[in-house]
């Protein structure tokens, strides 16, 4: 519809606005677009007529009414896929889950109406014309009527930043209830469901923010990612925000989450395997640039920094997969493995086996073969391990002795006996 109204002449705002209302008000004829159903809660104990069901009287059919059903029934069509498609469960039921015990809520159409009204005001904002009043009085008769609704929160959710960036002074006046995280509301959609919006975070309670992140959960801990990538002292000191969040439930892992999340979003490599878990990752898949980098540099060492509970730091072990210079990831990879074992170890392995010559990454290996995550964690660093001890120990002289016999111990409590003898020993 936004494309048919854009395709003649410029009318009057006022105009435009009520010929989309009654272009609603004809495909979805129980969504009044004049505020009597769109603010007034579904009548759920209202009895539905279905033609042909048991009791039931059939309505008189007048003159022309059968053209009129075929003529709108693909645009009611179109309006049930699209309430559905909103309606839809993250993950599809399986061949193994069983079937619903009772039937499927219909989507309401007046919801539906609502989606509609605001991505045309959405649509407006894209060729740089305000928000109509017109939406924005319905929308603020909504939010009065029919709070904390997850459907409602569902359809206004997505469209909190234009609203926060296209009209401030609706967002400012209603603030409290497009943004507060105590229940369903349309800032707990706009986090599960995107999109990132760094400046939209700062309007949020900080304190509920960073009790929210769940560990293997996308939505928010994206959100804190992509912020933080984008400035790491967007919300504040980064050694704060992240003790806030590790106090939180599951804290440790939710911050090993984060980070790894970081690392994900960052690496074009892990887009196979971050499908279906990363609801809104990088729109381009591309190496990342010199500013998120550093932005992960200085996360790191926040982290490393910030005093956390054993753990936390697991989801570092990624930053392996990312190009830092080896002066600056190989002492930051070794901290943190003091820390906590990191995950991906492997990677972190065969990255450190080049630099035979680096003090570092001869204790990060120890570490790693010392310290293993699982059983295959433990195969899997082995034969780096083992390459890198020969070519330490080939060169006369190593500058760090220590650091090599650490290793050498290291192998040997692995039961690589024969592999981790000086090189007199073993001819």
């Known amino acids: 519809m936004p494309l048919l109204l854009a395709a003649g002449p410029d009318p009057e705002p006022a105009r435009l606005d009520r010929g989309y209302a009654r272009f609603l008000a004809t495909t979805v004829p129980t969504a009044r677009i004049d505020g009597a159903h769109?603010?007034?809660?579904?009548?759920?104990e209202e009895p539905h007529t279905t033609a042909g069901a048991s009791g039931a009287q059939r309505p008189t059919r007048r003159r022309g009414s059968r053209r009129a059903h075929r003529g709108s029934k693909p645009v009611q069509s179109r309006s049930g896929r699209t309430g559905e498609q909103l309606t839809r469960p993250a993950h599809?039921?399986?061949?193994?889950?069983?079937?619903?015990?009772?039937?499927?809520?219909?989507?309401?159409?007046a919801v539906r109406a609502l989606d509609c009204l605001l991505d045309y005001a959405e649509s407006r904002t894209r060729t740089g014309?305000?928000?109509?009043?017109?939406?924005?009085?319905?929308l603020a008769d909504v939010l009065a009527a029919r709070p904390r609704e997850k459907a409602v929160s569902a359809v206004i959710g997505p469209r909190l930043p234009a609203l926060n960036r296209h009209a401030p002074a609706f967002a400012a006046a209603h603030r409290p209830a497009l943004t507060g995280l105590d229940g369903p509301s349309p800032a707990a959609a706009w986090l599960a469901l995107g999109p990132a919006d760094p400046q939209l975070l700062l309007t949020l309670d900080r304190t509920i923010l960073l009790a929210a992140p769940r560990r293997g959960v996308g939505?928010?801990?994206?959100h804190l990612a992509h912020a933080l990538t984008t400035d790491p002292h967007h919300l504040g000191?980064?050694?704060?925000?992240?003790?806030?969040?590790?106090?939180?439930?599951?804290?440790p892992g939710t911050v090993s989450w984060l980070l790894q999340a970081l690392a994900w979003r960052l690496d074009p490599g892990w887009s196979a395997g971050a499908a279906g878990v990363l609801r809104f990752?990088?729109?381009a898949l591309q190496p990342p640039t010199g500013t998120e980098l550093a932005a992960v540099t200085t996360l790191w060492r926040a982290a490393l920094a910030a005093d956390?509970?054993?753990?936390?730091?697991?989801?570092?072990?990624?930053?392996?997969?990312?190009?830092?210079?080896?002066?600056?990831?190989?002492?930051?990879?070794?901290?943190s493995a003091e820390h906590t074992p990191p995950d991906s170890p492997d990677t972190a392995a065969e990255r450190a086996a080049t630099r035979p010559d680096s003090q570092d990454a001869l204790v990060l290996t120890a570490l790693l073969v010392a310290r293993p995550t699982d059983t295959w964690a433990a195969h899997t660093v082995l034969p780096h391990a083992q390459a890198?001890?020969?070519d330490a120990v080939r060169a006369d002289g190593h500058a760090h002795p220590d650091a090599v016999a650490r290793l050498r111990e290291a192998l040997i409590n692995a039961g690589e006996l024969d592999l981790a003898r000086p090189p007199t020993e073993t001819g």
């Open 281 to 283: 990752p990088r729109t």
């Open 308 to 335: 956390l509970p054993s753990g936390a730091l697991a989801g570092a072990g990624y930053f392996a997969h990312l190009p830092l210079d080896d002066e600056v990831w190989l002492p930051l990879a070794r901290a």
């Open 92 to 109: 599809p039921p399986t061949e193994d889950t069983p079937p619903p015990e009772e039937a499927v809520a219909v989507p309401d159409p």
């Open 388 to 390: 890198l001890f020969r």
């Open 38 to 44: 769109l603010t007034d809660r579904p009548p759920h």
């Open 219 to 222: 939505g928010l801990v994206e």
């Open 129 to 138: 014309a305000p928000m109509p009043d017109t939406v924005l009085d319905l």
């Open 237 to 251: 000191d980064p050694r704060d925000v992240l003790a806030e969040i590790a106090a939180g439930p599951d804290g």
